[in-house]
């Protein structure tokens, strides 16, 4: 699974993307994996996951097709 | 409904005015945001805009379609900008023309709010001492 990083994920990753290899049904899973992987990640006011361009709940299932980002705390405006 | 909804390296407020404006809509409300100078007191040299571009305009498409329901706004115009800014320099234009006033205010409150709670975009403020993420932690 390739994940797309931004603002303070790259950071945090030292990278534009990651590549996982560790098996993750779901939008939750990769959260906790993101958590304990990058423990940095949990110091984060929230972190969110988009999958296909739209934010997903914990539940969602992840599939290789996906085009699936981390959405650190956003600061537009 | 008419929407101008763009990102990019620079922007231009009167273009978001002059979008709205029609003979159907009695008010243009417009938010400009541009950058401070400093933040707690200490000096702000530059900001960094980051955007997930093709998601960001998505959720700034939800933004204009959810004014049309709510406000019946005519005409809706979102601008943002990514990369490098200096003090003073706009970063966002959003400009909403409907038939009253009323709704014209509340619909450019309501998009900039939001904007800045669902919009896939990130600032890097950087100060003398050092750079940092805006709000990334609590």
């Not at chain 1, 990640?41 to 097709?65: G, P, R």
Request: proline share 4%; net charge negative; with cysteine.
């Amino acid at each position: 699974m390739r994940v797309l990083l931004f603002g303070i994920m790259k950071d945090i990753v030292a990278a534009k993307t990651l590549t996982i290899e560790a098996e993750l049904p779901t939008v939750g899973d990769l959260k906790h994996w993101l958590k304990q992987e990058y423990p940095a990640v949990q110091d984060l006011k929230a972190v969110m996951i988009a999958v296909n361009k739209a934010y997903a709940s914990d539940e969602t299932m992840l599939s290789s097709e996906d085009e699936i980002a981390i959405i650190p705390p956003l600061s537009g405006g | 409904m008419e929407q101008l909804i763009r990102i990019s390296d620079n922007i231009d407020a009167a273009e978001a005015v002059a979008f709205v404006q029609s003979e159907e809509s009695g008010g243009v409300v417009t938010f400009i945001g541009s950058v401070r100078n400093q933040t707690k007191q200490k000096k702000v040299l530059k900001l960094v805009f980051e955007c997930y571009e093709p998601m960001a305009i998505l959720e700034m498409e939800k933004i204009a379609a959810q004014m049309y329901e709510k406000w019946q706004v005519k005409r809706v115009a979102m601008l943002h900008v990514t990369g490098e800014k200096l003090p003073g320099e706009v970063v966002v234009a959003i400009a909403v023309a409907a038939p009253h006033r009323g709704a014209a205010f509340e619909a450019c409150q309501y998009a900039i709010d939001t904007l800045k709670e669902t919009v896939p975009i990130w600032k890097q403020e950087f100060f003398e001492d050092g750079a940092v993420w805006v709000a990334a932690h609590p």
